[in-house]
């Protein structure tokens, strides 16, 4: 197998990328589980009703909501998201806030967790806001690094290329989407549609929040949208907004989240999408 770099430039083929759990030294578990993985792809390519389902998904979404961290990148591939839930967690410890958290938040090792966490007990606070900046700092470490999303990329120029509207409707910072994006040279493809966290921590996903927002700012009626994600909370706020709803799974356990989440149409690779779109007959 032969690996390319995977960094923020964009230099060759993006169907050629491919992600993987494991570190690179560990290439006897990286191959494994990407051999793993294209077999899951060719599942998706060779059944006739998940294709069946997917097409009528994508026929009718003249507005595609992307998640950022998951369908189109992993933001923290070379940031471990788990280190930055720990150093919050150690700021807060420093400043004498130790008991602010339960030991089950200290240990979650998502630093959204200890976001919502703190911002439930003090909504609105200078604390919040300040440890909302930290987290957004950490993110914009993390971009420089992130790996992008298989096929992800010429999807997105795909699918705007043949009349589609994409916006992103994130819980990450809006900043740091917009910076990933236009190190990618998708931005055009986006702005302004850029909908991510806000100071208004309650509505972040599963609170159906930025997804309302970038359909009214579109002029979109749910039922002409199409929500993409990877997690329950995206599966909920798309379900709560009205939005027709497509799951990306990279691995077999986050299929399995989305399924008990109630989500039903659920890929493991971005490309069938793509091909879908390049051999729909031309209107």
């Known amino acids: 197998m032969v690996r390319r770099p995977l960094g923020n430039h964009h230099d060759g083929p993006d169907t050629l990328l491919v992600t993987s759990d494991a570190t690179q030294t560990e290439s006897v578990t990286y191959e494994t589980e990407n051999d793993r993985k294209d077999q899951n792809h060719r599942k998706d390519l060779n059944d006739p009703d998940k294709l069946n389902e997917l097409n009528e998904l994508i026929s009718g979404a003249r507005v595609v909501l992307w998640d950022f961290d998951g369908p189109i990148c992993r933001l923290f591939a070379g940031h471990s998201a788990e280190r930055v839930a720990t150093d919050l967690v150690e700021w807060l410890e420093g400043r004498g806030l130790h008991g602010l958290l339960t030991e089950p938040e200290r240990e979650s090792l998502d630093p959204h967790a200890v976001l919502r966490a703190v911002d439930r007990r003090h909504p609105g606070s200078d604390l919040v806001a300040e440890l909302e900046a930290r987290l957004t700092q950490e993110e914009m470490l993390a971009a420089s690094s992130a790996r992008p999303t298989a096929y992800a990329d010429p999807l997105i120029r795909t699918w705007t290329a043949v009349g589609s509207r994409p916006a992103i409707a994130t819980n990450n910072s809006p900043h740091v989407a917009r910076k990933y994006l236009a190190d990618r040279g998708l931005l055009g493809c986006f702005a302004p549609h850029i909908y991510g966290r806000t100071q208004q921590l309650s509505r972040l996903k599963p609170d159906p929040h930025c997804i309302n927002r970038a359909l009214n700012a579109m002029g ?17 706020a798309a379900e709560a ?35 879908l779109l390049r051999t729909a007959p031309q209107a």
């Open 241 to 275: 907004a009205g939005v027709p709803f497509l799951g990306y799974a990279r691995n077999e356990e986050k299929e399995k989240i989305l399924q008990a989440a109630g989500a039903t149409v659920i890929l493991s690779s971005l490309e069938p999408v793509l091909t």
């Open 220 to 236: 979109a009626a749910p039922d002409s949208a199409l929500m993409i994600g990877d997690t329950p909370s995206d599966f909920h």
